[in-house]
């Protein structure tokens, strides 16, 4: 049986923050504001992985009332998720996903970005497909003041 699961993410942008994308710090004058580490990539993929399970969205899994999740890293929870995975007998087939922010340009992260999330959930990293676009100036993204990440991602379950 095959499962697909999407979720998109976003946060707002500000000075002085660390900005960490695919488990990559950017080099970047701001930064994602969240409890966790604002890994908008990483947070659209778990939340696709958990959709596609159907066990709810990443607030069910990591709430951003409890304190065990401040500055957690999201690659972190991405394993949380990936042993809930395994524990259910999927395994994922691929997954693709885009980041959307105005600057900074992304391509020299992007297989880092990859080799960090396939070791994670312990998959070759040509199952995993990431994107990057700008808002071409438009919206609060054009302006620099927030990014978005989306995530399909398609699991199966294994065959007793």
């Known amino acids: 049986m095959y ?8 946060h707002r942008l500000a000075l002085n923050l660390p900005l960490i994308l695919g488990g990559c710090h950017i080099d970047y004058d701001k930064g994602c504001v969240a409890h966790s580490d604002g890994d908008v990539l990483v947070h659209a993929i778990i ?3 958990i959709g596609a399970m159907g066990l709810g969205d990443i607030g069910t899994h990591f709430c951003d009332q409890d304190d065990i999740n401040k500055n957690r890293s999201s690659l972190e929870m ?16 691929n997954i693709d996903s885009i980041i959307i922010i105005e600057k900074p340009r992304l391509q020299k992260y992007i297989k880092d970005m990859k080799g960090n999330i396939a070791k994670v959930l312990l998959i070759p990293d040509d199952l995993i497909n990431i ?22 991602v398609m699991v199966k379950k294994n065959e007793s």
């Open 78 to 93: 991405l394993s949380v998720i990936n042993e809930i995975l395994l524990k259910k007998a999927y395994h994922i087939v």
């Open 3 to 10: 499962r697909i699961g999407q979720s998109t993410d976003i």
């Open 47 to 49: 939340e696709a992985i």
């Open 131 to 152: 994107k990057a676009t700008c808002a071409e100036t438009l919206g609060f993204i054009g302006q620099e003041k927030g990014v978005v990440a989306q995530a399909v």
